[in-house]
């Protein structure tokens, strides 16, 4: 199974690096970097990651995270267009943060429900009012799209994606490899903001 | 105040990218990415990342991160005779699961402890065995030297990095924002391995 990262100018690394350290402990799973150009993507910070152009990315994983740059790019038609291709080729599509907002965009998920970080909850939900937004939630999952609330919330996200694909001892196997302490229940949201 | 993050073939990207989202949400940090060369350093799996010459690191806060790399990097005279200098001209340095082993092996940290991960514990402990070496922590520190367990422990030691620096509120404020859950004790290991 392929895992394709779709990165942009002002990514939050933690956003992917979290969920990828717990998938790519399946020895089945192989994790590719894109952006929509290909060539290296920086977060803003000092961090550049080298990447391919998204159109060769294969059916797999999806895995979209957040960031500062997601604020401008749900205004790039060329970058939505392209991930609503490769989210509708994706077998799961997996968001973080404010990914969801990128991904509410493409209007692919219509009755999708998300879970932003709650620090840009207001921001994302007119981007697509028709995604059933969760202001409460570790991680929401419909069908094949799996969305997470703040940047560390995307670990237990990938996780709880391990569970239901490859069973609890397996995921539990895996937060203990990386010395992680689990959230495994999507509802509890220690951050919610009432 | 500069953080370097020293990087080599087979990293773990977690090991910093966790650290560095807690210590970058302090406005005065600006982070760099460096390797014993410069030029594009992977992880092994997919990941690339541009870095700079290590010999350019500023004194600041010094960041080595674990990974498979560290097996053969403990033997590479070059790499460890320059993790040395930039150690020794650091202001603090932490070191994350295996990345513990390299900063063991320049001799520097005579009698510093540390708590690498604990799969390779028992391959960390040969390299130096004057360090007072910790089966039990989630992370140590010793005077400006702080190490942590495996992978995610990573995050917490930088929260507690953070609170020696810049007080309890600034810390729990960081992990909020990041909605991360945290452990603020040091003792507190819930891998050990007895």
Redesign the interface.
């Known amino acids: 199974m392929d895992i394709s990262v779709v990165l942009f100018e002002g990514f939050?690394?933690?956003d992917f690096?979290?969920p990828?350290?717990a998938l790519?402990r399946i020895p089945e799973y192989?994790?590719?970097?894109f952006s929509l150009c290909g060539g290296?993507v920086g977060n803003g910070?000092?961090?550049?990651?080298?990447t391919l152009p998204l159109a060769g990315a294969k059916p797999g994983i999806l895995l979209v995270p957040g960031g500062f740059g997601t604020r401008r790019l749900v205004n790039d038609g060329a970058f939505i267009s392209a991930l609503r291709k490769a989210a509708e080729e994706s077998a799961c599509c997996l968001t973080v943060c404010t990914g969801s907002a990128l991904l509410a965009k493409t209007g692919l998920p219509g009755g999708m429900r998300a879970a932003p970080?709650?620090?840009a909850f207001d921001r994302a939900v007119p981007v697509n009012p028709n995604v059933r937004w969760q202001r409460r939630a570790r991680w929401v999952s419909d069908g094949k799209f799996y969305s997470s609330?703040?940047?560390?919330?995307g670990?237990d996200m990938a996780l709880g994606f391990i569970r239901d694909r490859s069973g609890e001892e397996k995921a539990r196997e895996i937060a203990?490899?990386?010395?992680?302490?689990r959230?495994s229940n999507p509802d509890n949201d220690?951050?919610a903001l009432d």
Do not use: C, H, W
Not at 45 to 50: N, P, Q, S, V, Y
Not at 176 to 181: A, G, I
């Open positions: 939050t690394p933690l690096t979290g990828v350290e790519q192989s994790v590719r970097y290296p910070k000092g961090l550049a990651i080298e970080d709650k620090r609330s703040g940047v560390s919330a670990i203990d490899s990386m010395e992680y302490v959230n220690p951050f």
